[in-house]
């Protein structure tokens, strides 16, 4: 009947053509739907054939007969299955691996670029929504007229129903059957070209479904930054898809029932269940925002047990009833479909949850996968809602009433998994996922955290509120269940609070029952303790039926005792405490941490299509606990997942091999291999367990030797070891290899992964029995030199290398390995280690940062600024912290030498009216004041609403509107003296106006957020920033972090460079020394400054007493300089002053009596002079005593330093009292928290660079390194200011599950700006050429360039790069060899044909004259930049025609560094891999400043849809070839030829060809092989011109010295001798010797 309706229903009203449609898809879903319900069967073989002839008969434009299903049996809802592998190969998607996927729960999804070009999904995009080929498609979409050719479509194509319908339905099946088909899909558009645009209100499921997946493949990928910005243009209509969405999950007739009826298949529940996770991690988004808040609302109480239950909850805080008035207000005008979601639709998903889980067998099999998938799914999905206030606050009643906690822990899934979990089994059939899940889920039901005011609740707190919750329980039992509960009621608190005493009490209730019904009571007696019990479950708002059961039926299945005491025992029982686990934590990982794949998944093979028990760094956060814990636990795992790297390097390298022992009929383990960071180790044992502290039973240390030879390594390597030092982390790890498996065996096969199955763990593999970190403390042994020195034979080279070294071990983990031993549950492991594992420095100071995260979670003394708090938690209003909303803003700024003139500062607000005050001609400096009404604060002030205060307003409305404007002064600097080093540095850089609003913002109190483009001037503008907080707040702090050190030490060579006072500067940390200057800025540098600095005045001193005929050594000492300005200086100049003051004063009375005319002699200008003004006079000996007074000042300063007895002392004191300006990076800042609160240590500012680059955690530290005021309480920080670019790249995170799914990537700069908390976002850069620049400015809202790259007249900037036609070009490599990209070894990707284009280039450049350090190599993979490496050393190190360029790096290490020509090479020929993120080649194309050459495969990038934007650009030059001109050099003075003149166009062909009159000049390099061709031929004429110029000279030479020869026999003849040289040398030596 349905098939007849459908083709009826097709047919009225259509055109022939029409119905042949019509009928086509009706037969398309007959045989559908006799696949999909497995009544194919039924038809006739005939009827079947005659069927399927006919579907493959005609082509409905997306697929053809190949592609329909030929099986029989229904079609899976899971993964696809082997009979359906030919429909995926013929989609261009592979069969994911049944067994990899029953037993991990992992597919791949990577597409290379032959399945993207050879695939029958993107020969349907580009037939239905691309539309690039012919104008025939615009015929099919209803479009008449005809496209021109390579043209897109500006608008999304529009389709008929019944076609789009078919389309979409078969699309989604294809999806059902493999994520790579989503992939494919997503990559062509499909979403934003064809899905959204013909969404409607009616659109099928599989259209919403379709929408669904495609945005969770673009959140799984995390390419795009804004994965709904797609689908929320439209608010309306995405309202429509939510309801639409919500309603497929669970349908609303369901919703009110008892029970979930479990009709839809896995695919649709999960797809939506993950949309629904990713649509509450994108609350940012304003539209999604709105829609997600509707499920979370307190309507959901609609879903408790009774309304008792509500009215409990009402009792508890007056505001809930308003709430719940408002809501039901606001129902009264929703739809019925709304608000049955509203109030059921979390209580239906809880529901489906629990059947989902129900279903799960004792022992899952591969059926339950789907089941098991979906539980760990609503598990995530809860704890998301649960891990923010603004979803938590009326969820977690909800999850409480209905037992999501204890039903979870009853499963049968949650028994296996802890048992699995215990055993370090893994896999999604084992359960242990959803238990570590489930762990997480319940901290945070439990979280300590005031739902009502947000407020975290202390430890104290949290104690009085069990106690007093106990007090009500025991009151209740006693008064109305004494006769049962009287010893419970009676019990002190502390006892009853313990898990085991609680359910004790409890459960006698039960067991009373069941002795009395053994004994042959009355039923009501025996009944009677369960009664109580369910009386009291239900007098305490327990609901005692199960889920989805009427409360009020007798009938109603209820909840056993068990479970009903530990639904109690959660509540009223004490439990440990998050902090309490964090300290009891061992701060170096375990061998179980480091291979635990359930949390830390292998990086290369994570796809995150799975969710992980790890904790996900959100947009908001509950505490500053909750804050600091989710840091802590993803740093823990990600430095766990970086030292399991180096574990499994240094581990394969050493080769373990079992080594039988006959007679012992045992074996032991050898080493084949060697490595470089990891030894043998000849001897270790605990030397000492020092006795627990009061109130601990962890030891308070442990100490151990540990002994190890280093003599077999070379010399380098040696030394590294040898340079081991205090502090330093070594691993000593336990490798107990295994007696190996014959070849021929079956168990080996599987070992070695030969059989296709899985393959045996690493752990297991090389035999790592365990794993225990390490501190240095201290070397017992001495590096012995040669035997000379001790006596031994002379010249001998024979060394001793035994290290000796003393070792302090984790307390925490040795009291778990001694309670280990006790119990015999194992050996100890600390008489087992037989290697030594030491790391890179740079890669090692986990430590620091991981004390400091648990030292920071248990102080007290954690005081963020009020102004900050709500915005790092990401609560509140996020412009609140801005310094426009801050209490005490400060209206007038000292700019200084900010703006060059009064012109520029006019020009630098624009739309802002200047008013000048005081003089008509103003000149630098100039003082600002701004108008109260900038200032919230200040404009409030003003509002009074009384009658008064309106009369004052209107009186004064005229004077409101002068107060608007910016007033401007200036002054005249003080004169420092007449010696060169007096003047001031000045600024001389014209600041665009976003800067100068970025400097007026960093200046001013509160938090600034800066955006800086490439070439924007960051570093200008934070360096300017410094300069005005030093001097309009000079008794403030700043502190000054960054990632890097070269970043770091970039900043303070400019800062340096600034008028600000050397003594008050200091870099802290290892990089101070690599800083490009004569002086030292590291602690102790600046100290040995300080003390040098002492010698030099003191020695002015003497020269100054010695001018004025002053005996004595005032010289001697810092107190005696003192004592003589005292007594001295100042007496003369009080004398001096009464000249000044006189009224006759004259310019001549001032010199004559001038008593330190001597001591300025020298000075480069004379102090008086004909002509002069007495205004000028009297400035010039006032800035001499400023400098004399200058002088006795620093002397004071040091003074400390010379009382002080040694360096440790004085570099403290430097840092605590002198110090103004300190530099460091965010990793040191971690490392030296502890010490730097301990010194009392205060500042007052924070300006952080490269802050988009910096993790979360490590952002937040700095804010953390002092302790609160001790008057006040409150955080001494005033401003914080955080500049960056989040449109670059993220902070480096090596584990893709951390980066992915924890979202570890995202920084503190990036979640703010995703909060919306106001950014300036500077807007000119002057980095680059103004082509170069809009590869990238595409990227930012308003990217412009300065004056200098638009105006600038034949510079450097408007030439022509020599040698090249264009000044920037995408080079397409295609294979070379017969190969693309290559992997010798797993990800280590080459390319070796661009490699040699790129060389080529290279050394193309450097025979026209463009200097070496001048050219930069960028590539995308480290494997690539060795190649290229490799390359160079073969053919331009030893070269001195080419040498090496500037850099070979790749471009994450490039970031923030600049060239005047890259060279770059995309590697990759088959996926575009991690350069589809747009933030990695925005960095890579803004690196050039006047030239780049990028190298890659067109057809693989230019596909990229998220690349688009650039290629478009990228590909509108020529990429077939590589376009030169001959007849060119880099130094040619002549050469005059701009940018813009190629001397290529665009033929009649369409192809790429020399313009007429550039013919001779301008060529192409058709691949790899003509340009190496083309070089060796340059380099073969470069040899000979060599040799000619060579002949040339000897040629002259040679004359010269036939000259020399006829001048000397000339000379000899007349008596003269043989000349010489003056060193005895002939002058015919020296020609030879210079020749040579």
């Known amino acids: 009947m349905y098939f007849t309706n459908v083709a009826s229903n097709a047919y009225s009203g259509q055109t022939n053509r029409r119905y042949e449609i019509i009928m086509i898809e009706c037969e398309r879903q007959i045989w559908s739907l006799l696949c999909r319900s497995g009544k194919l069967h039924t038809l006739k073989p005939e009827s079947q054939e005659k069927l399927k002839k006919n579907m493959s008969s005609v082509d409905l434009g997306f697929f053809s007969a190949a592609a329909l299903p030929e099986e029989e049996e229904p079609r899976q809802d899971t993964s696809m299955d082997a009979e359906n592998t030919h429909q995926a190969q013929e989609l261009g998607v592979e069969e994911d691996a049944h067994a990899d996927s029953a037993q991990t729960g992992r597919v791949n999804v990577s597409v290379s670029v032959a399945d993207l070009e050879d695939n029958a999904i993107t020969r349907l995009a580009n037939t239905h929504w691309l539309c690039k080929d012919s104008a025939s498609k615009d015929k099919v979409a209803g479009k008449g007229k005809a496209r021109s050719k390579g043209k897109v479509a500006k608008h ?114 999960y797809t939506l269940l993950v949309f629904l996770i990713n649509a509450f991690q994108r609350m940012e988004n304003i539209t999604v925002r709105s829609e997600c808040a509707r499920l979370v609302g307190i309507s959901i109480w609609h879903s408790l047990r009774d309304a008792d239950k509500l009215e409990t909850e009402f009792n508890k805080n007056v505001g809930l009833r308003k709430a719940w008035n408002r809501a039901e207000k606001k129902s009264a005008n ?63 009643v909800l999850l409480k009433d209905h037992y999501v906690a204890q039903t979870s822990r009853a499963s049968n899934l949650a028994q296996r998994g802890m048992k699995n979990l215990s055993s370090g089994t893994s896999g999604v059939l084992s359960g242990a996922t959803f238990v570590q899940l489930l762990e997480l889920y319940e901290l945070y039901e439990d979280f300590e955290v005031d739902v009502a005011t947000g407020e975290a609740v202390s430890r104290d707190e949290a104690e009085v509120i069990h106690a007093e919750q106990l007090q009500n329980l025991q009151k209740l039992c006693f ?53 109580v019990l369910h009386g009291l479950c239900l007098d305490l708002g327990y609901r005692i039926t199960v889920v989805g059961e009427d409360e009020d039926d007798e009938d109603a299945l209820k909840y056993d005792a068990s479970f009903l005491a530990d639904a109690l025992c959660r509540t009223y029982c004490k439990k440990t405490r998050q902090l309490d686990l964090v300290n009891a934590v061992s701060v170096y990982p375990n061998e179980t941490d480091l291979f635990d794949d359930q949390r830390a998944p292998d990086s290369y093979r994570f796809q995150n299509m799975h969710c ?187 060394r001793l290398y035994n290290r000796t070294l003393r070792v302090s071990m984790d307390a925490n983990q040795y009291e778990r390995d001694m309670q280990r031993v006790s119990k015999k549950e194992a050996r100890d492991v600390h008489q087992t280690f037989n290697i030594v594992l030491r790391r890179k420095a740079s890669e090692n100071n986990f430590k620091s940062v991981v004390e400091c995260l648990r030292d920071l979670m248990q102080s007290s003394d954690i005081v963020v600024p009020e102004w900050l708090h709500d915005v790092v938690l990401g609560y509140g209003d996020p412009s609140s912290a801005v310094f426009t909303r801050m209490k005490n803003p400060v209206t007038k700024l000292d700019f200084r030498d900010t703006f060059l003139d009064y012109e520029h500062a006019v020009a630098s607000f624009p739309g802002k009216q200047l008013k000048a005050v005081g003089e008509s001609t103003l000149k630098p400096p100039f003082v600002l004041t701004f108008p109260n009404d900038l200032f919230e604060a200040l404009a409030e002030e003003k509002v009074d609403d009384t009658k008064a205060g309106k009369r004052k307003r209107a009186a004064n409305a005229a004077n409101d509107k002068s107060e608007s404007v910016i007033k401007i002064e200036t002054y005249k600097p003080h004169n420092m003296g007449p010696f060169v080093e007096d003047a001031p540095k000045l600024n001389m850089i014209k600041f665009t106006p976003k800067q100068v609003e970025a400097i007026h913002a960093g200046s001013s109190p509160g938090l600034t957020l800066i955006v800086g483009p490439p070439g924007t001037g960051k570093t200008d503008t934070t360096v300017q920033i410094i300069a005005n907080i030093y001097h309009n707040f000079p008794n403030e702090k ?16 400019k800062i340096v460079d600034l008028d600000i006072d050397q003594r008050h500067v200091l870099r802290l940390g290892q990089g101070a020394e690599d800083i490009n200057s004569e002086e030292s800025w590291s602690k102790y540098g600046r100290v040995n400054s300080f003390l040098e600095k002492r010698i030099q005045l003191l020695a002015q001193v003497d020269a100054l007493a010695a001018t004025l005929s002053i005996p004595g050594a005032h010289g001697y000492t810092c107190e005696t300089a003192q004592n003589f300005f ?161 449109h670059q790249l993220p902070p480096v995170v090596h584990n893709n599950g951390f980066q992915k799914y924890g979202n570890m990537e995202q920084s503190l700069f990036a979640r703010m700006i995703r909060l919306g908390v106001p950014a300036i976002e500077l807007d000119q850069q002057g980095r680059c050429r103004s082509g170069l620049a809009d590869l990238f400015r595409w990227n930012y809202s308003s990217l412009d360039d300065l004056e200098l790259i638009k105006k600038a007249a034949r510079s450097e900037f408007t030439l022509a790069n020599p040698g090249f036609a264009f000044d920037y070009q ?267």
């Open 1126 to 1286: 005292l007594q001295y200086i100042v007496r003369y100049w009080d004398q001096y002053q009464a000249v000044l003051k006189a009224a006759d004063v004259t310019v001549q009375k001032l010199n004559d009596f001038f008593p330190f005319h001597y001591y300025f002699s020298s000075a480069p200008t004379p102090l008086f002079y004909e002509g002069q003004s007495l205004e000028d006079a009297v400035d010039t000996v006032e800035g001499c005593y400023r400098h004399i007074s200058k002088i006795f000042t620093e002397l004071e300063d040091i003074r400390a330093f010379e009382l002080l007895r040694n360096n440790h002392d004085r570099s403290n004191y430097l840092l605590i009292k002198e110090a103004k300006v300190i530099a460091l990076t965010c990793t040191h800042a971690a490392m030296k928290r502890k010490e730097l609160v301990a010194l009392g240590f205060k500042y007052h500012n924070v300006i952080m660079e490269e802050a988009a680059q910096v993790l979360e955690v490590e952002t937040f530290i700095p804010l953390l390194l002092q302790s609160a005021d001790q008057d006040t309480g409150l955080s001494h920080l005033k401003r914080v200011v955080l500049i960056g670019d989040h």
């Open 156 to 269: 999304p194509v529009q389709h008929g129903p019944v076609l789009e319908r078919a389309v979409i339905d078969q699309l989604w099946a294809e999806m059902v059957l493999s994520p790579r088909a989503t992939v494919l899909l997503d990559m062509n558009q499909y979403l934003e070209k064809y899905l959204w645009p013909t969404f409607t209100a009616t659109a099928s499921a599989d259209h919403v479904l379709s929408i669904a997946a495609i945005i969770n493949e673009k959140c799984r990928d995390r390419v795009i930054a804004a994965p709904f910005a797609a689908v929320t243009d439209d608010a309306e209509k995405y309202a429509v898809l939510w309801r639409r969405a919500l309603n497929l999950f669970v349908p609303p007739k369901t919703l009110k029932s008892k029970t979930i009826d479990d009709t839809h298949s896995n695919v649709p529940q």
């Open 1038 to 1053: 700043t502190l000054l972090i960054t990632h890097s050190n070269q970043a770091l030490n970039q900043l303070f060579e």
């Open 612 to 798: 992980l028990p790890i904790p996900k760094l959100n947009l908001q956060f509950l505490t500053m606990h909750d804050y600091l814990l989710r840091n802590f636990n993803l740093f823990r795992l990600e430095t766990a997942y970086e030292i399991r790297q180096d574990v499994e390097d240094a581990v394969k390298r050493l080769q373990p091999r079992y080594m039988p022992d006959v007679d012992a009929l045992s074996g032991s383990t050898a080493f084949a291999g060697w490595s470089r960071m990891a030894c043998p180790i000849e001897r270790f044992e605990v030397t000492e367990v020092g006795a627990p502290a009061v109130g601990e039973t962890k030891p308070s240390f442990v100490l151990g030797e540990l002994s190890f030879v280093i003599g077999k390594y070379n010399d380098a390597i040696r030394r590294e070891w040898e340079n081991l030092k205090r502090h330093d982390v070594l691993f000593l790890i336990t490798i107990e290899k295994e007696a190996e498996l014959p070849s021929w065996s079956a168990t080996a096969e599987v070992a070695k992964g030969k059989t296709g199955g899985p393959t045996v763990p690493f752990r297991k593999e090389y035999g790592i029995k365990s794993v225990r970190g390490c501190m240095i403390v201290d070397a017992l042994d001495q590096s012995v030199g040669d035997d000379s020195k001790n006596g031994g034979e002379q010249g001998s080279s024979r």
């Open 334 to 396: 929703a739809s019925e479909e709304d608000l049955q979601n509203e109030q059921f639709f979390l209580s239906s998903l809880i529901k489906l949850y629990f059947k989902k889980l129900a279903s799960i067998e004792n022992t899952p099999t591969k059926a339950n996968i789907p089941a098991i998938e979906f539980c760990e799914r609503v598990l995530e999905l809860l704890t998301d809602l649960l891990g923010q206030l603004t979803t938590r606050r009326f969820l977690t």
């Open 1370 to 1636: 995408f080079i397409n490599v295609e294979d070379y060899q017969g190969k693309g990209e290559t992997e010798p070894i797993p990800h280590f990707i080459q390319n070796l044909g661009e490699a040699e284009y790129v060389v080529a280039t290279y050394q193309y450049m450097r025979l026209l004259g463009y200097p070496a350090s001048k050219i930069s190599i960028l590539t995308t993979y480290n494997g690539q930049k060795a190649l290229i490496e490799d390359v160079l050393e073969k053919r331009c190190r030893w070269n001195p025609l080419f040498g090496l360029p500037a850099d070979v790096a790749t471009v994450d290490k490039f970031q923030g560094r600049q060239n005047d020509f890259i060279l770059l090479s995309l590697v990759r020929t088959k996926t575009a891999g991690h350069l589809r993120d747009v933030r990695r080649l925005i960095v890579a194309l803004s690196r050039a400043r006047l030239g780049m050459y990028i190298f890659g495969r067109q057809n693989l990038f230019e596909n990229s849809y998220e690349l688009q934007e650039v290629f478009k650009k990228l590909l509108k030059r020529p990429s077939d070839g590589f376009w030169l001109r001959g007849q060119e050099l880099w130094d040619a003075p002549e050469f005059a030829r701009l940018a813009d003149d190629f001397g290529v166009v665009l033929g009649q062909h369409d192809e790429w060809v020399a313009e007429e009159d550039s013919e001779a000049a301008v060529f192409k390099i058709a691949n790899v092989a003509h340009m190496g061709s083309y070089v060796h031929q340059m380099i073969i004429e470069q040899v000979e011109w060599m040799k000619m110029e060579k002949a040339k000279k000897a040629q002259l030479i040679a004359d010269e010295e036939g000259k020399d020869d006829d001048n000397e026999d000339e000379n000899m003849d007349a008596g003269v001798g043989e000349s010489s040289n003056g060193e005895g040398q002939t002058d015919a030596a020296r020609i030879d010797e210079e020749n040579a």
């Open 479 to 531: 008064v109305k269940y004494r006769s049962h509960l009287e010893d419970f009621a009676l019990s002190p608190i502390g006892d009853i609070g313990e898990a085991s005493v609680f359910k004790k009490h409890i459960m006698k209730l039960v067991m009373q029952a069941e002795e009395n019904e053994e004994g042959g009571e009355d039923e009501s007696q025996s009944t009677s303790g369960l009664a």
